[in-house]
Each structure stands twice: as structure tokens, then as C-alpha cells.
């Protein structure tokens, strides 16, 4: 938890600049080539799942859901996670995906993918998807392919190319 005067709000419109100067800064000009963006690419985030973090009138972190496909079967893809530099290690990002994948499981979703750091989103639940399981565009380490079921079981039987949801 953090001490901060933290605000979560689901996602607005009017957050986009915000947002993307937020990206730009943690994750450079590099990041459209990467597969989680490309499966993103043309899809809006689900604003009922996706949140920022504010505090005071500065919007400090942002934490998107997408709609994919896995195969034949609905999921989301979470992120990108990001928090401004200097409120790093403060507790935001832990709200903030806390914050989505209560709002997606109370939604009914099923599961929940990423590609990211293992160590990192282990806390909340995420675990390795199985090799061969999941297919992403483009080149990606499968080591950092993890998902978490919101329901009991929602992985059994998931495999196929993870694709944007239309």
C-alpha cells in the first residue's frame, strides 16, 4: 500500500495525452514494435477495467485492459502498467492492477494475459503460460507470456495465436 494521497479513477478520454507522454517516457519510440502494442493496435482499452492513478491533479500511472482472443476464447490483455519515474516503488502499479483485475473479474471476465515481468506480477497471481500454448505477433521471449485466471479453471483447454479482439 502506499502513503500517497492516492486517487484510482477509471480511465478517461481526457487521460489519453496524459497516458501516452507517461508511455512515451518509460518505454520510448521502441514500444509499437513490441507484440503486446501490436495486439492492442487499433483496439480501445476497456475503459470500465483500465485506471489512473492521481495524485492531487498529477495523473501519476495508468494501467490498461484490452480485449483479445486466444484461440476461439475471450480474454484480456493487461497494460501497459506504467507509473511516472519519480513515483516509482511507492505501491501505485500494485493499486493499479489491483484496481483492474477487480473490476474484470467483478465483470465476469475469465482470464487475464500479459507479457511482462514474472517476479513482478507473480504477486497478484500471474503464472508462465505453458510453452506452445499461446502465439503472439511478432517476437517475443515466451518466459515473459503469463497469464491469471479470474475464475477457476478459465485457462483449462486456452491455446491458439492470441489476436486483437474485433
Not at 19 to 27: G, K, M, N, T, V
Not at 79 to 91: C, E, I, M, Q, T
Request: charged residues 20%; glycine residues 10%; positive net charge.
Amino acid at each position: 500500500m502506499t502513503s500517497l494521497p492516492l486517487a484510482l479513477l477509471h480511465e478517461q478520454p481526457s487521460d489519453e495525452a496524459a497516458i501516452d507522454y507517461l508511455q512515451e517516457r518509460a518505454f520510448g519510440p521502441g514500444r509499437f514494435a513490441r507484440s503486446a502494442y501490436r495486439l492492442r493496435e487499433g483496439v480501445a482499452p476497456a475503459r470500465d477495467l483500465s485506471f489512473v492513478a492521481r495524485v492531487g491533479t498529477f495523473l501519476v500511472g495508468s494501467n490498461r485492459m484490452t480485449p483479445i482472443l486466444i484461440g476461439g476464447r475471450e480474454a484480456l490483455l493487461l497494460g501497459p502498467l506504467v507509473v511516472d519515474p519519480a513515483f516509482r516503488s511507492k505501491g501505485i502499479g500494485l493499486a493499479l492492477l489491483n484496481a483492474s483485475l477487480e473490476a474484470a473479474a467483478t465483470n465476469g471476465h475469465r482470464l487475464v494475459m500479459l507479457v511482462g515481468d514474472e517476479p513482478y506480477y507473480a504477486r497478484v497471481g500471474f503464472t508462465r503460460v505453458p510453452a506452445g500454448r499461446v502465439s503472439l505477433p511478432g517476437p517475443v521471449d515466451p518466459r515473459r507470456v503469463l497469464w491469471r485466471a479470474l475464475v477457476e479453471g478459465a485457462e483449462d483447454g486456452v491455446a491458439g495465436e492470441a489476436r486483437r479482439a474485433a
